[in-house]
Nanobody, 125 residues
Framework: QALVAESGGGLVQAGESLRLSCTASGLTLADDAMGWFRQTPGKEREAVSCISMSGFVKYYLESVKGRFTISRDTTKNTLYLQMNSLKPEDTAMYYC??????????????????WGQGTQVTVSS
């Protein structure tokens, strides 16, 4: 059974940076497309950034382009999301998950039967 664990969230001021990490067990990042998602209360969960199985194709939500960078370390089986120039509207619970399809303009939904615990990112103005 695939399991993920997100970490790295916290409380920061606008303009600061955070790096989220996602460690995976039961799946191999080199063999799976992966994505970062976020959700705030009362809103739908949205794909923030995704990376294809090859690592060559990446998707970014329009509002994070140029500020967030997705990467992975296959030797550590860990996915990262470097978030720079954070804005209050980036405040959310962030989750990672394997996904079925990644293109530069689209990222499909999670393949997990249930979401991990997530990591909270709070950006103050």
């Amino acid at each position: 059974q695939a399991l993920v664990a997100e970490s790295g969230g916290g409380l920061v001021q606008a303009g600061e940076s955070l790096r989220l990490s996602c460690t995976a067990s039961g799946l191999t990042l080199a063999d799976d497309a992966m994505g970062w998602f976020r959700q705030t209360p009362g809103k739908e969960r949205e794909a923030v950034s995704c990376i294809s199985m090859s690592g060559f194709v990446k998707y970014y939500l329009e509002s994070v382009k140029g500020r967030f960078t997705i990467s992975r370390d296959t030797t550590k089986n860990t996915l990262y999301l470097q978030m720079n120039s954070l804005k209050p509207e980036d405040t959310a619970m962030y989750y990672c998950a394997p996904v079925s399809r990644v293109r530069s303009d689209i990222c499909s939904g999670s393949l997990l039967p249930s979401w991990g615990q997530g990591t909270q990112v709070t950006v103050s103005s």
